[in-house]
């Protein structure tokens, strides 16, 4: 398909690329290009290779990334995709984190973040250490961004639906890394979404430009000294990129540009994206590395004597044990009941009253008329020792029987298998040793517990 571009649009990227610019309109003539990305927290690249065979060629400038060809095959299709195994993102998307480059134990807000592809990456790469704060300014987006955070087992993690100058007041000077995925003109997506060019125009750049410059005016405020910003659209316009980069380190002389790339569609499998990394002085000294590693115990004094005992009575069911749950739990944080939630924070959390929190640690399940309900965040969440010696029904991907009978999981209707009993009490759901959620044994049946905002649709 050829893209027609709007004659003023055509003509600034005639001078920004010059002798380039008939390469780059023929790109758009080309098929889109697809991707995904392996979650680390649960899978490593190499593993998930394994079980897709169709992930041949890696992402250049991502790890984790790899290729496909979407009219190949459905990788949201695949039970897989529900226990968080991967994240389908197209593959410039991936460049901003990568050049975050977070480290587990350090504290970083993802500001403008729905739907959460880039959260769970730099959730990755903290490895579930430290504290992710990721945000969106829209309700219905940070709802999705919310779901996706639990599907893919991010536990460290604080989830908020703020404006950039509210959060600047409760996270001053908090921050080792920040990114700004901004809002913006969405010029390199034309060949994903080619409406979008119909609607551009110059005063839609300078309107994104003027609201980009005020989300950068409140980041300074939140990294400590020497803390690092990752900047990122997904447009070609100088004037939301190089231009407003420059115009941020003069207004904030203690940083400096350390880098920019641009990913151009004539130039790169993946549409056109720019990402640079600015670094505030002085030099910030490393102070993440000596938090403690997960899984001796956390803090549960605050905890009534009835909620320990019916955390004890479902651990027991779960893992035959009843102090498991607190095995599993991240040393480094507090368990607490808020309103019937039982969440696991972390303990170098700011006092967040007055923010609108969607989330402000994870979710480990509900405490409802005296009994403990597991939440799908929980399940989704567990380390995979905590899934390998946990009560489960597994299915078998591979298998065409077990493979369906994931789905009808997926789909929220109830689990019947042929000579099983399920005695009453909690079981993981899971695929090939990947959770997927909850069901409570029934007898002949497991009685489903997916959530229905979750389930599989056809």
Not at 35 to 59: C, D, F, H, M, W
Not at 132 to 145: F, S, W, Y
Not at 284 to 297: G, M, N, Q, R, V
Request: hydrophobic share 40%.
């Amino acid at each position: 398909m050829q893209l027609k571009l709007p004659i003023q649009l055509a003509e600034k990227l005639k001078q920004q690329l010059g002798a380039e610019y008939p390469a780059f309109v023929e790109a758009f003539a080309q098929d889109k290009i697809a991707g995904l990305r392996a979650n680390r927290l649960k899978i490593s690249p190499e593993k998930l290779k394994t079980l897709l065979p169709y992930l041949q060629e890696a992402v250049e400038w991502c790890s984790d990334g790899f290729y496909y060809r979407d009219s190949e095959v459905r990788p949201a299709k695949h039970p897989y995709y529900y226990a968080g195994l991967y994240y389908i993102q197209e593959p410039s998307a991936m460049l901003p984190v990568q050049l975050l480059a977070a480290l587990p134990g350090q504290r970083v807000l993802d500001l403008c973040a729905a739907p959460g592809g880039k959260s769970v990456q730099i959730a990755a790469q903290l490895a579930n250490r430290g504290l992710l704060v990721t945000n969106d300014i829209h309700p219905q987006r940070a709802k999705a961004l919310l779901k996706n955070i639990e599907r893919y087992g991010v536990t460290h993690v604080v989830v908020t639906n703020e404006k950039p100058d509210r959060l600047a007041k409760v996270f001053a000077d908090y921050f080792d890394k920040i990114l700004v995925d901004a809002p913006c003109s969405g010029e390199g997506m034309f060949r994903k979404e080619p409406s979008m060019a119909n609607d551009w125009s110059q005063q839609e750049v300078d309107k994104y430009a003027t609201w980009q410059q005020e989300i950068l005016n409140y980041v300074p405020s939140m990294l400590r000294a020497g803390g690092e910003i990752v900047y990122s659209t997904c447009t070609f316009s100088s004037e939301e990129n190089e231009m407003q980069l420059n115009n941020f380190v003069e207004r904030h002389p203690q940083f400096a540009i350390m880098e920019m790339q641009r990913l151009w569609p004539h130039k790169v499998k993946g549409e056109g994206h720019f990402a640079a990394r600015i670094k505030g002085q002085p030099e910030l000294l490393d102070e993440t590395a000596s938090e403690k590693h997960p899984y001796p115990d956390c803090d549960i004094s605050g905890l009534s004597t009835s909620l320990r005992e019916a955390l004890q009575t479902f651990s027991k069911q779960v893992w035959r044990e009843q102090q498991a749950w607190l095995k599993w739990l991240p040393s480094n944080g507090v368990v607490v009941e808020r309103n019937g939630h039982v969440l696991w924070e972390h303990n170098s959390l700011p006092i967040l009253k007055g923010l609108k929190v969607l989330r402000s640690g994870w979710l480990l399940g509900a405490w409802e008329n005296g009994r403990f309900r597991p939440s799908q965040a929980y399940a989704m969440g567990l380390p995979r020792e905590a899934v390998a010696s946990a009560q489960c029904c597994n299915f078998a991907a591979e298998d065409e029987q077990g493979r369906y009978a994931a789905i009808r999981y997926l789909r929220g209707e109830t689990i019947q298998i042929e000579n099983h009993d399920w005695p009453s009490g909690w079981y993981l759901m899971t695929v090939d040793g990947f959770a997927l959620g909850w069901a409570k044994g029934a007898g002949h049946s497991l009685k489903n517990d997916y959530p229905p905002g979750w389930r599989w649709e056809d």
